[in-house]
Protein backbone atom coordinates (compact mmCIF):
# COMPACT_ATOMS: atom_id res chain seq x y z
CA UNK A 1 0.00 0.00 0.00
CA UNK A 2 1.20 3.17 -1.02
CA UNK A 3 1.16 5.45 2.36
CA UNK A 4 0.34 9.52 1.38
CA UNK A 5 1.82 11.66 4.62
CA UNK A 6 0.61 15.30 4.29
CA UNK A 7 1.63 18.23 6.01
CA UNK A 8 1.10 20.34 8.20
CA UNK A 9 -1.87 18.96 9.69
CA UNK A 10 -3.00 22.50 10.40
CA UNK A 11 -2.33 25.48 8.40
CA UNK A 12 -3.83 28.77 10.17
CA UNK A 13 -3.79 31.80 7.84
CA UNK A 14 -6.02 35.03 7.04
CA UNK A 15 -7.44 35.56 3.65
CA UNK A 16 -5.33 36.84 0.99
CA UNK A 17 -2.57 35.00 2.11
CA UNK A 18 -0.79 32.52 -0.07
CA UNK A 19 -1.26 28.38 0.87
CA UNK A 20 1.42 25.82 0.50
CA UNK A 21 0.06 22.26 1.37
CA UNK A 22 2.44 19.68 0.76
CA UNK A 23 1.94 15.54 -0.27
CA UNK A 24 4.75 12.55 0.15
CA UNK A 25 4.43 9.53 -1.12
CA UNK A 26 6.05 6.54 0.10
CA UNK A 27 6.59 5.55 -3.44
CA UNK A 28 6.51 6.80 -6.67
CA UNK A 29 3.08 7.57 -7.81
CA UNK A 30 4.70 9.35 -11.06
CA UNK A 31 1.93 11.77 -11.46
CA UNK A 32 -0.84 9.93 -10.49
CA UNK A 33 -2.17 12.55 -7.14
CA UNK A 34 -5.15 14.48 -6.92
CA UNK A 35 -6.42 16.90 -4.41
CA UNK A 36 -9.83 17.09 -3.18
CA UNK A 37 -11.59 20.13 -0.75
CA UNK A 38 -14.06 18.84 2.03
CA UNK A 39 -16.48 21.67 3.72
CA UNK A 40 -17.96 20.11 6.97
CA UNK A 41 -20.98 18.34 5.71
CA UNK A 42 -20.05 18.09 2.35
CA UNK A 43 -18.66 15.69 0.26
CA UNK A 44 -15.08 16.08 -1.29
CA UNK A 45 -14.60 18.38 -4.66
CA UNK A 46 -11.95 17.35 -6.69
CA UNK A 47 -9.46 20.07 -7.41
CA UNK A 48 -6.59 18.72 -9.18
CA UNK A 49 -5.67 15.61 -10.71
CA UNK A 50 -2.70 14.24 -12.21
CA UNK A 51 -0.78 16.19 -10.00
CA UNK A 52 -1.13 19.68 -11.98
CA UNK A 53 -5.05 19.61 -14.36
CA UNK A 54 -7.55 21.92 -12.62
CA UNK A 55 -10.53 20.07 -12.64
CA UNK A 56 -13.76 21.98 -13.88
CA UNK A 57 -14.41 24.67 -12.95
CA UNK A 58 -11.74 25.18 -10.37
CA UNK A 59 -10.53 28.80 -9.87
CA UNK A 60 -7.00 29.29 -11.46
CA UNK A 61 -5.46 30.68 -7.31
CA UNK A 62 -5.38 26.65 -7.06
CA UNK A 63 -2.77 25.55 -8.90
CA UNK A 64 -0.59 21.94 -7.94
CA UNK A 65 2.92 20.59 -9.06
CA UNK A 66 5.32 17.87 -8.20
CA UNK A 67 5.67 14.37 -9.55
CA UNK A 68 7.30 11.18 -8.06
CA UNK A 69 6.93 11.33 -4.49
CA UNK A 70 6.48 15.28 -3.52
CA UNK A 71 3.63 17.22 -4.54
CA UNK A 72 2.30 20.56 -3.32
CA UNK A 73 -1.07 22.01 -3.71
CA UNK A 74 -0.92 26.21 -3.83
CA UNK A 75 -3.80 28.37 -2.82
CA UNK A 76 -2.37 31.87 -4.38
CA UNK A 77 -4.22 34.42 -2.50
CA UNK A 78 -6.53 32.52 0.40
CA UNK A 79 -10.71 33.72 -0.21
CA UNK A 80 -12.96 33.01 2.66
CA UNK A 81 -14.75 29.97 0.92
CA UNK A 82 -11.20 28.65 0.50
CA UNK A 83 -11.12 27.31 4.50
CA UNK A 84 -11.40 23.67 4.28
CA UNK A 85 -9.89 20.48 4.64
CA UNK A 86 -7.52 19.44 1.88
CA UNK A 87 -6.66 15.88 0.90
CA UNK A 88 -4.39 14.45 -1.49
CA UNK A 89 -4.79 10.85 -3.47
CA UNK A 90 -3.23 8.58 -5.44
CA UNK A 91 -4.43 6.26 -8.15
CA UNK A 92 -0.68 4.67 -8.75
CA UNK A 93 -1.61 0.99 -7.42
CA UNK A 94 -4.99 0.77 -4.99
CA UNK A 95 -6.44 4.48 -4.23
CA UNK A 96 -5.51 5.85 -0.89
CA UNK A 97 -5.66 9.15 0.61
CA UNK A 98 -3.57 11.56 3.04
CA UNK A 99 -4.95 12.09 6.19
CA UNK A 100 -5.76 15.84 5.52
CA UNK A 101 -4.41 19.42 5.49
CA UNK A 102 -7.35 21.69 7.53
CA UNK A 103 -6.64 25.21 6.78
CA UNK A 104 -8.52 27.94 9.19
CA UNK A 105 -8.89 30.99 9.26
CA UNK A 106 -6.00 32.61 11.51
CA UNK B 1 -26.11 17.95 -14.11
CA UNK B 2 -24.10 14.95 -12.56
CA UNK B 3 -25.83 13.90 -9.37
CA UNK B 4 -25.31 11.12 -7.10
CA UNK B 5 -27.86 10.45 -4.35
CA UNK B 6 -27.17 7.71 -1.41
CA UNK B 7 -29.11 6.17 0.16
CA UNK B 8 -29.88 2.73 2.84
CA UNK B 9 -27.67 4.05 5.84
CA UNK B 10 -29.39 3.47 9.74
CA UNK B 11 -28.36 1.93 12.68
CA UNK B 12 -27.17 -1.48 13.22
CA UNK B 13 -26.10 -3.87 15.18
CA UNK B 14 -22.70 -5.91 15.10
CA UNK B 15 -23.31 -8.42 12.73
CA UNK B 16 -26.10 -7.29 11.27
CA UNK B 17 -26.79 -5.74 7.61
CA UNK B 18 -27.64 -3.40 5.08
CA UNK B 19 -28.07 -2.24 1.38
CA UNK B 20 -26.64 0.98 0.45
CA UNK B 21 -27.96 2.23 -2.83
CA UNK B 22 -26.72 5.27 -5.39
CA UNK B 23 -29.16 6.51 -7.78
CA UNK B 24 -27.28 8.38 -10.56
CA UNK B 25 -28.67 10.95 -13.50
CA UNK B 26 -27.10 13.29 -15.51
CA UNK B 27 -24.50 11.45 -17.48
CA UNK B 28 -24.58 7.94 -19.25
CA UNK B 29 -23.84 6.07 -16.16
CA UNK B 30 -22.66 2.61 -18.24
CA UNK B 31 -19.72 4.01 -19.78
CA UNK B 32 -18.42 4.95 -16.13
CA UNK B 33 -16.52 3.05 -13.13
CA UNK B 34 -18.08 3.72 -9.86
CA UNK B 35 -16.61 3.35 -6.39
CA UNK B 36 -17.76 3.85 -2.67
CA UNK B 37 -15.67 5.26 -0.20
CA UNK B 38 -16.11 5.78 3.26
CA UNK B 39 -15.31 8.45 5.91
CA UNK B 40 -15.12 7.29 9.87
CA UNK B 41 -16.38 10.33 12.16
CA UNK B 42 -13.95 12.74 12.12
CA UNK B 43 -11.57 10.47 10.02
CA UNK B 44 -10.27 10.92 6.68
CA UNK B 45 -11.10 9.25 3.55
CA UNK B 46 -10.66 5.33 2.81
CA UNK B 47 -11.77 3.91 -0.24
CA UNK B 48 -13.94 0.71 0.10
CA UNK B 49 -14.87 -1.00 -3.39
CA UNK B 50 -15.00 -0.05 -7.13
CA UNK B 51 -16.94 -1.66 -10.54
CA UNK B 52 -16.31 -1.19 -13.66
CA UNK B 53 -18.58 0.07 -16.46
CA UNK B 54 -19.54 -3.41 -17.58
CA UNK B 55 -19.40 -4.94 -14.16
CA UNK B 56 -16.36 -6.92 -15.34
CA UNK B 57 -14.29 -6.01 -13.00
CA UNK B 58 -14.85 -5.46 -9.25
CA UNK B 59 -12.00 -4.55 -6.67
CA UNK B 60 -12.42 -4.54 -3.00
CA UNK B 61 -10.46 -3.16 0.27
CA UNK B 62 -8.64 -5.53 2.18
CA UNK B 63 -11.21 -4.51 5.20
CA UNK B 64 -14.31 -5.17 3.50
CA UNK B 65 -13.27 -7.83 1.30
CA UNK B 66 -15.47 -11.21 2.66
CA UNK B 67 -17.97 -8.93 3.94
CA UNK B 68 -19.11 -6.30 1.27
CA UNK B 69 -20.37 -7.00 -2.44
CA UNK B 70 -20.58 -4.14 -4.89
CA UNK B 71 -22.82 -4.26 -7.77
CA UNK B 72 -24.29 -1.85 -10.18
CA UNK B 73 -27.85 -2.07 -12.78
CA UNK B 74 -27.04 -0.10 -15.42
CA UNK B 75 -30.61 -0.40 -16.55
CA UNK B 76 -32.09 1.32 -13.47
CA UNK B 77 -29.11 4.05 -13.43
CA UNK B 78 -27.75 2.34 -9.94
CA UNK B 79 -24.82 1.23 -7.84
CA UNK B 80 -25.09 -0.99 -4.66
CA UNK B 81 -22.94 -1.85 -2.02
CA UNK B 82 -24.46 -4.95 0.27
CA UNK B 83 -22.74 -4.85 4.00
CA UNK B 84 -22.69 -7.69 5.56
CA UNK B 85 -21.10 -8.59 9.17
CA UNK B 86 -21.02 -4.87 10.08
CA UNK B 87 -18.09 -4.05 12.77
CA UNK B 88 -18.64 -0.77 14.98
CA UNK B 89 -15.08 0.17 12.94
CA UNK B 90 -17.49 0.13 9.67
CA UNK B 91 -19.12 3.24 11.11
CA UNK B 92 -18.82 5.86 8.73
CA UNK B 93 -20.25 7.97 5.73
CA UNK B 94 -20.33 6.24 2.55
CA UNK B 95 -20.21 7.69 -0.53
CA UNK B 96 -20.81 7.25 -3.67
CA UNK B 97 -17.86 8.52 -6.14
CA UNK B 98 -17.63 8.65 -10.04
CA UNK B 99 -14.15 7.47 -11.46
CA UNK B 100 -13.32 10.47 -13.68
CA UNK B 101 -12.63 8.82 -17.11
CA UNK B 102 -15.33 6.84 -18.92
CA UNK B 103 -14.18 3.57 -20.25
CA UNK B 104 -12.11 1.02 -18.20
CA UNK B 105 -9.12 2.66 -15.94
CA UNK B 106 -7.87 1.44 -12.04
CA UNK B 107 -7.48 2.95 -10.32
CA UNK B 108 -8.92 6.40 -11.52
CA UNK B 109 -9.40 9.26 -8.97
CA UNK B 110 -13.57 10.28 -8.27
CA UNK B 111 -15.12 13.43 -10.10
CA UNK B 112 -18.37 13.68 -8.76
CA UNK B 113 -19.71 12.45 -5.10
CA UNK B 114 -22.67 11.74 -3.55
CA UNK B 115 -23.59 13.76 -0.05
CA UNK B 116 -23.13 10.04 1.46
CA UNK B 117 -24.84 8.07 3.73
CA UNK B 118 -24.38 7.27 7.67
CA UNK B 119 -23.83 3.80 8.69
CA UNK B 120 -23.47 3.26 12.37
CA UNK B 121 -22.78 0.24 14.19
CA UNK B 122 -23.40 0.15 17.72
CA UNK B 123 -24.74 -2.77 20.30
Known amino acids: EIVLTQSPATLSLSPGERATLSCRASQSVSSFLAWYQQKPGQAPRLLIYDASKRATGVPARFSGSGSGTDFTLTISSLEPEDFAVYYCQQRSIWPTFGQGTKVEIK | EVQLVESGGGLVKPGGSLRLSCAAS????????MNWVRQAPGMGLEWVSF????????KYADSVKGRFTISRDNAKNSLYLQVNSLRAEDTAVYFCARGRVSGYRWPDDFDYWGQGTLVSVSS
Open chain 2, 26 to 33: GFTFSTYN
Open chain 2, 51 to 58: ISDTSSSI
